[in-house]
């Protein structure tokens, strides 16, 4: 029950359904409402309980974030990788149940979770250039509060996976775009899109770490193994001479919010060679997910793509 109620919440943050019966829409909206009333430390504290659930169950979700975690810190002792995979079912409920923040919540309420921020004025320095800025934002905490509060204020384009169902699609197009974020579908039309906004001097979001379709990505290490990487990223930057930026929203203890983090991306993500590009990217994401390892989402399965097809999971 745990491993579905979550898997449920992640149809929405994913979009990853293409179909949803009206009455499912109905109940998770509900249900995202009534997150959006309780306080960061009442969601916080549910989301403990879920995810020791989770971590206590037999479910694929915990058997993923395990084989991911060992298999990228071979080094690292069953006990340290055991309390890894608690924390982290916990971070991912509670991303799970701060949507309701993100996405149903007043926007100046969603804005008020970040609490400090590091790395703000080397950003604001880059967006204020002549040239665009990609920013990434891998699956690490909250990446949706993350990007409202990154892109407040400024020309912003966030590329999106439309969902089939046009409620779905109505409830992610009108939360995503409340600070005037324009959002590109995940197609050519899309990216044309984005190279158009790069080269206006505007700010691109990505999720950087998300497997692509085969034509749309090649491998390069992540973490020490092979993963499919998106080459989206490269070549907007060989095209529009873009800077990069990777952040994320890491959550502070005891409910009391986020500290929106931004880090210029590893310097060979600019390379006109494009493993080695590709390669920048996943040390830029690698770094900012070191700095708050347990908050990344490990019940992804990023592997499921190998060089030789064989089974990962």
């Not at 891998?138 to 384009?157: D, K, M, T, V």
């Given at each position: 029950i745990a491993e579905f109620s979550v898997k449920t919440f992640w149809f929405l943050i994913n979009a990853g359904c293409t179909a949803i019966q009206p009455l499912t829409y109905i109940l998770l909206r509900a249900l995202l409402t009534m997150c959006s009333w309780l306080p960061l430390q009442a969601l916080h504290a549910l989301a403990r309980l879920w995810g020791y659930l989770l971590y206590l169950l037999p479910n694929r979700m915990r058997e993923t974030t395990r084989k991911n975690l060992k298999t990228c810190f071979p080094a690292r002792s069953e006990t340290e990788v055991d309390r890894l995979v608690r924390e982290s079912l916990v971070h991912t409920a509670a991303t799970a149940l701060e949507m309701g923040k993100a996405w149903v919540a007043p926007l100046s309420v969603t804005l008020k979770l970040v609490q400090e921020t590091e790395g703000l004025s080397a950003f604001d320095?880059?967006?204020?250039?002549?040239?665009?800025?990609?920013?990434?934002?891998?699956?690490?905490?909250?990446?949706?509060?993350?990007?409202?509060?990154?892109?407040?204020?400024?020309?912003?384009?966030f590329m999106y996976q439309p969902p089939q169902n046009s409620g779905l699609d109505n409830l992610l197009r009108t939360a995503r775009s409340r600070n005037g974020v324009n959002l590109a579908p995940a197609n050519r039309k899309g990216v044309a899109q984005l190279l158009s906004a790069l080269k206006r001097g505007e700010i691109v979001g990505i999720l950087p770490d998300q497997v692509p379709a085969d034509a749309s990505g090649a491998f390069a290490d992540f973490f020490g193994e092979p993963a499919l990487t998106m080459t989206l990223v490269s070549k907007l930057i060989q095209r529009t001479?873009?800077?990069?930026?990777?952040?994320?929203?890491?959550?502070?203890?005891?409910?009391?919010?986020?500290?929106?983090?931004?880090?210029?991306?590893?310097?060979?993500?600019?390379?006109?060679?494009?493993?080695?590009?590709?390669?920048?990217?996943?040390?830029?994401?690698?770094?900012?997910?070191?700095?708050?390892?347990?908050?990344?989402?490990?019940?992804y399965k990023r592997f499921r793509r190998r060089p030789d097809n064989s089974e990962f999971y």
């Open positions: 320095a880059a967006v204020t250039s002549p040239r665009g800025v990609i920013l990434l934002a891998p699956h690490l905490s909250n990446w949706e509060i993350f990007g409202f509060f990154a892109c407040e204020g400024r020309p912003a384009n001479e873009a800077l990069v930026f990777c952040g994320f929203a890491q959550r502070l203890p005891d409910g009391r919010g986020f500290v929106a983090v931004f880090e210029p991306a590893n310097e060979a993500i600019y390379s006109a060679d494009l493993q080695e590009s590709l390669e920048g990217l996943n040390r830029s994401v690698e770094s900012i997910v070191n700095r708050a390892l347990p908050q990344y989402q490990w019940e």
